[in-house]
């Protein structure tokens, strides 16, 4: 199975042949290069999956090259290929080829598009290298190398500073997860003697008992390192606290959104929770810490979901939503559903993205949703495509025929498993993660109702008018000159007093075929992808062959649920719908008069519970002003003043003419050289 | 071997050097050039030649001179490599001389031709007096490349410079004289076996660290670096942080630790207490900065002080991490003072604000700076993130504390390294004249590309660059083993749990048995 370094090195060397060829190769021999590659790839990957799937594929690792030997610390690049590789290999690479297609059309008008596929590339090499990691820092290479590829995308358009400062955001904030990561990777070194996960694995279930100093504190070893890692999955997959960085992302490219901030890296927190199973399993307190944040988390992101107009940043809370969803499943030990729900939202989510990217190209880059409307007949195919990704995350789907959407499956097995594990927390997980579906159920609604119901509202758009304006109505959002002015005003908290609008004369066009295709194939996922691999993914300890921790006792009690805890996802879906068809459809004065009613926790929630502005007080002024202060008044007033500058005053003091002494230190300085040389070698010779 | 390649690494740029000084300036350029490319082919044979596992010190040369004084060569791993680093550095140094320097050119190419003389004496040298003239005489080249062809501040810069490193010197020297006589020799390798009575260690660690805690530079004695560095040329700004910083980490790995072990334990929390003060402090600093020179040299003292931690971790991955912190960031922080350089020669400022969307313009420029930048702020794959892992790895075994505030340095070298290359290279193009900047020519291209290659090597494959150092970094592992700090992550043993956390007695689990 040496396929796999096909599939792993030729997205990077497609990389840096666009990378480096870049204008000398032009567009299309770039493009091709990069898209040819990740096709490669992802046709490579599927038998490996398959082959796991019908149980005849074995788990291996694939030496590459020896890393780093450093006393007992040694690790070594190679690639490990086992079950739950084998499904985050295909859920990256099918993205990852199907979101480069997408971007032959939507980027079609932008200058840089060799960069931008060498980009996409390269981030598609780190998340395998990530996934196929046999050690902790192979992971943490493929881990960071995904946080560049992220900064990278996201200030892709660096002309834009609300792009740049997203970026920098997303870089600095992963990185305080990564302290986490690294102190993990340290501690688990200390007491295993090794990164080898296998080896880690191994060893783990012994130190459940064991206590180790941390910080001046005796703690439960196994607690301490599992918390210390789960930082850095908080970090990286946006979880409460750490998750700030995730909604500014989306100032970078759409495509880029589907398959980074949706489908595949934000994942890597969860794959890494899952990949360690049997790890977290010997630390209860680290699990419950997993479930609470996961559990918060996916109810903090519906909750400010619901109040956006950035349909990007509506999606971006969705999907910080449903993390929490996987996060939590993984805390009360159903890995297998983690990894399921992780496998559905790629497909429905990168779809969802996608179809927002495809709304955004006909509505010439406008992204706010107020000044959307009635699109349903203008993009037929749009439409449809995302149709379905909204049944899917809703989780439509019927109980008594085991039939419904990829979100269905997922979403309703994650929420059985936490009422089904049976302890306090569990519960509480499954209350918060009902509540987050009815609100998800709303927001999900009320975006497809504000952009493709209603009466077009197109006119009042500044992006529409520039259009209009400009005499033509070809979207040419990527023209870099206009990067700067997209920003666009989100004070006003509520929608325009009046749906009164129109179309300013504006004709939006349905998307190209390289954009319509990966919706449909993204479309049959989203329809397919539960109802087909459930039984594999949720029930068979075979399929998953020790790849994840697999929990017997929990499965069988998951199907032991009470009706009432099966249907309470499709339940609260039908109230979300509703509540969304009242708002949006059937009285559109509502939202205004909720928001009013509502004051305070309106504010909140769609100042985003006011996390930026409390990192912003607690963190980036605090910050800067203490490197003010360490500058000026302490090495500058205190150090130089009374150190370098107090010795030439003295000096200056004893009579010592400061001319003689700024040009004649030289001398003085050799001289004292040499009198130390005479009085040494009088020393040793007499 | 007979072929005293040492001496011919010593007398090539000795030669140049003073040819130099009598040549015109296109001629200067050139002598200088070759001499240092060719003692880049003789460090390149050194390290071909240099047997792993082999004897400790190797390539010995050895003449007695007087009275025990002698004239002794000889290099074990840790030597060696920062032999290549010196000699590596300095053609891409002239290189970067080539159009900026136009006074005084042959007497410039001297100092630095004189400069490489010292820096390869000082890592080769194995009497403790030949170290010394070494030691402190490189230095003498620098502050005149500093005071002759720095900026407009450049007296007080290298008064500075002087000031701090007279007050080390003098003590350093005063501790060595008291060791040759009380040890009876001048021979470094036999001095790093002698023990020195403990109460006697405390006095000399002190002494040395005077001096190398200047040269680090460690907080609160670091103020000379970033003036220093302002004022000095670009070449001179490599060579400063690419060898002279290493000169203090190498005192420390060649005097302090293998001939004072016991005082070295005893000021274990010094060290750490500095290193750790130091990173913040300096990160937060450097993340102020309006001059792209200062903002690096801060880095550089927080870089420094991840060296000085893993120095003193007391263990083969803390030890191994600092040498490779001081190899990676002579080529890092060296490639990006050329960085700055480069655009200083195009607009002669180094203030951060005048340039911006420089990836507009300068696109290869942009990818290179980039590349050092991420190799700055440790990422996996370069050289950087190497250094930074396997040092605090080895803290961590001597304190959890430390590696967290350590640690933190990886989050704020992200905040200053990222802020300063958004405003250089992003953004829209604010200033005509440094949109008119054209990109990297190909001088400078051959400059900056061998370092990413150089990078990109040691991030990948760092074995090349271990596996000459392990034996002698084992042999100073083992003479500090006895010395070594207990760690505060002791782990107990305790009765393991029968199931993992989520165990759920399912009926089910119970039928699975037949």
């Known amino acids: 199975m040496s396929s796999i370094l096909i599939i792993v090195f030729l997205p990077l060397l497609a990389a840096i042949i666009a990378g480096f060829g870049n204008r000398a190769l032009g567009n299309t021999v770039a493009k091709s290069i990069t898209t040819g590659a990740l096709f490669v790839s992802c046709v490579l990957s599927w038998p490996i999956f398959l082959g796991f799937l019908g149980g005849t594929a074995t788990a291996e690792v694939v030496q590459v090259l020896t890393w780093v030997r450093s006393g007992t610390l040694t690790f070594d690049w190679a690639l490990r290929v086992d079950t739950l590789t084998a499904v985050m290999l295909v859920v990256i690479t099918t993205v990852s080829a199907l979101v480069h297609l997408y971007s032959w059309g939507y980027m079609d008008e932008d200058p840089d598009q060799p960069r931008f596929f060498a980009y996409l590339s390269l981030f598609t090499f780190a998340m395998l290298m990530l996934v196929t990691a046999d050690n902790l820092v192979q992971m943490f290479f493929g881990w960071e190398g995904v946080g560049l590829a992220s900064y990278l995308l996201i200030g892709f358009w660096f002309r834009k500073p609300s792009a740049n400062a997203a970026a920098i955001k997303a870089f600095v904030v992963n990185r305080v997860g990564d302290l986490g990561f690294m102190l993990g990777i340290f501690g688990t070194y200390l007491v295993f003697n090794t990164v080898s996960i296998p080896a880690i694995l191994e060893a783990a279930p012994a130190m459940s008992g064991a206590t180790i100093g941390f910080l001046g504190y005796r703690m439960a070893t196994m607690d301490v390192l599992c918390i210390l890692l789960f930082i850095g999955a908080m970090g990286k997959s946006a979880q409460l606290g750490l998750h700030t960085w995730l909604p500014d992302a989306m100032e970078g490219p759409t495509p880029v959104s589907a398959l980074i901030h949706a489908a595949t890296m934000v994942t890597a927190g969860v794959f890494m929770v899952c990949r360690l199973s049997p790890m977290f399993e010997t630390a209860p307190v680290a699990l419950a810490v997993v479930t609470f944040i996961g559990a918060a988390t996916c109810l903090f992101a519906a909750t400010v979901g619901t109040t956006q107009w950035d349909i990007k940043r509506v999606i971006a809370y969705s999907t910080c939503s449903q993390l929490g969803y996987m996060f939590f499943a993984a805390g009360v030990g159903a890995y297998g559903v983690a990894m399921f729900h992780l496998f559905t939202h790629a497909f429905f989510k990168a779809l969802l993205f996608l179809g927002a990217g495809s709304v955004i190209h006909a509505m010439h880059h406008e992204q706010d949703m107020r000044y959307y409307g009635a699109l349903r007949k203008e993009i037929p195919l749009t439409f449809w495509a995302m149709l379905a990704g909204t049944l899917a995350i809703t989780g439509v789907g019927i109980y008594w025929l085991h039939a419904g959407f990829a979100g269905f499956h997922s979403k309703d097995a994650i929420l059985e498993a936490a009422w089904g594990r049976g302890t306090e927390l569990g519960r509480f997980a499954f209350w918060m993660g009902t509540i987050a579906a009815l609100l998800t159920s709303f927001y999900s609604w009320r975006l497809m109702f504000l952009t493709f119901w209603g009466k077009p509202r197109w006119i009042e758009s500044e992006h529409i008018q520039h259009a209009v304006h400009a005499g033509h109505d070809e979207p040419e959002d990527h023209n870099p000159a206009r990067q700067e002015d997209s920003g666009h005003d989100v004070t006003h908290a509520v929608p325009p007093p009046e749906y009164r609008g129109g179309t300013g004369g504006y004709h939006p066009h349905e998307s190209p075929v390289s954009m319509l295709v990966p919706l449909g194939v993204l479309t049959l996922g989203a329809i397919f992808a539960g109802f087909v691999f459930t039984d594999a993914f949720v029930d068979s300890e075979t399929f998953w062959a020790g790849s994840i921790y697999y929990n017997e006792g929990l499965i069988h009690e998951l199907h032991e649920v009470p009706l009432l805890v099966k249907l309470a996802a499709s339940i609260v879906m039908l109230l979300g719908l509703t509540a969304a068809w009242f708002a949006y459809i059937k009285d559109t004065s509502i939202p205004e008069k909720a928001a009013d009613q509502l004051g305070p926790i309106y504010h909140f929630f769609y100042n985003k519970w006011y996390f930026d502005e409390l990192y912003r007080y607690v963190f980036l002024k605090p910050a800067f002003w203490f490197g003010r202060v360490f500058w000026k008044a302490i090495d500058m007033g205190t150090i130089d003043r009374f150190g370098p500058n107090g010795a030439a005053w003295l000096v200056s003091k004893g009579s010592v003419a400061a001319k003689r002494f700024q040009t004649g230190y030289l001398y003085s300085y050799a001289l004292v050289m040499l009198l130390g040389l005479v009085a040494a070698i009088t020393w040793v010779v007499f | ?514």
């Not at chain 2, 670009?234 to 000169?247: E, F, N, Q, R």
């Open chain 2, 1 to 514: 071997m007979g072929f005293p390649i040492l001496t011919f690494l010593l007398l090539v740029p000795l030669v140049g050097a003073i040819a130099c000084l009598f040549l015109g300036e296109r001629t200067a350029r050139i002598t200088a050039l070759v001499a240092t490319s060719v003692n880049l082919v003789l460090g390149l044979l050194l390290w071909a030649n240099y047997e792993v596992g082999g004897a400790q010190w190797q390539f010995v040369e050895r003449s007695e001179v007087f009275a025990g004084f002698s004239y002794a060569l000889g290099i074990d791993g840790i030597a060696l490599m920062l032999i290549v680093l010196s000699v590596f550095l300095m053609p891409i140094c002239i290189l970067a001389s080539w159009d900026a320097i136009r006074t005084r050119v042959g007497e410039y190419m001297s100092a630095f031709l004189f400069m490489e003389v010292l820096m390869i004496g000082v890592f080769a040298a194995q009497d403790i007096f030949l170290f010394y003239i070494f030691f402190e005489a490189g230095l003498i080249p620098m502050y005149l490349i500093i005071g002759v062809w720095g900026g407009d501040n450049r007296i007080y810069a290298s008064y500075k410079f002087f000031l701090y490193t007279l007050l080390g010197s003098v003590l350093m020297l005063i501790a060595m004289l008291w060791m040759v006589n009380e040890a009876g020799t001048t021979d470094i390798p036999t001095l790093m076996q002698y023990d020195f009575d403990p109460s006697a260690q405390t006095w000399l660690w002190l002494a040395f660290f005077a001096s190398f805690a200047v040269k680090m530079p460690m907080w609160p004695v670091h103020t000379w670096l970033p003036d220093a560095h302002v004022q000095a040329p670009t070449a001179g700004s490599v060579i400063l942080a690419g060898v002279l910083l290493k000169l203090g980490g190498y005192g420390f790995i060649r005097f302090s630790l293998p001939m004072f072990p016991e005082a070295s334990a005893q000021f274990v929390w010094l060290i750490l207490g500095l290193s750790m003060v130091a990173v913040v402090v300096t990160s937060l600093i450097a993340l102020v900065q309006h001059d792209m020179k200062k903002l690096i040299a801060y880095s550089s003292v927080a870089h420094m002080a991840i060296v000085t931690a893993g120095l003193f971790a007391f263990n083969v991955q803390g030890l191994e991490g600092a040498m490779v912190m001081m190899l990676s960031h002579g080529l890092v922080s060296g490639a990006l003072f050329l960085c700055v350089g480069v655009i200083y020669d195009r607009l002669h400022t180094r203030e951060i604000d005048r340039y911006g969307g420089l990836s507009i313009n300068m696109p290869r420029y942009a990818l290179f700076f980039l590349f050092f930048t991420m190799a700055s702020i440790g990422l996996p794959g370069t050289s950087g993130f190497v250094a930074e892992f396997l040092s605090l790895a080895g803290v961590y075994e001597v304190s959890s504390w430390a590696t967290l505030v350590l640690t933190t340095g990886i989050i704020l070298g992200a905040g200053y390294m990222l802020y300063l290359y958004r405003r250089v290279a992003f953004g829209v193009q604010r200033n005509e004249d440094a949109a008119a900047m054209p990109d990297l020519t190909a001088r400078e291209w051959v400059m900056l590309a061998p370092i990413a290659a150089a990078v990109l090597w040691m991030g990948v494959y760092p074995e090349s660059f271990l596996a000459p150092m392990r034996a002698d970094i084992a042999t100073l592992e083992a003479r500090l083993a006895t010395a070594a700090p207990q760690g505060d992550a002791e782990l107990v043993i305790g009765e393991p749990a029968a199931h993992g956390a989520n165990y759920i007695e399912g009926s089910l689990g119970a039928e699975g048995a037949h």
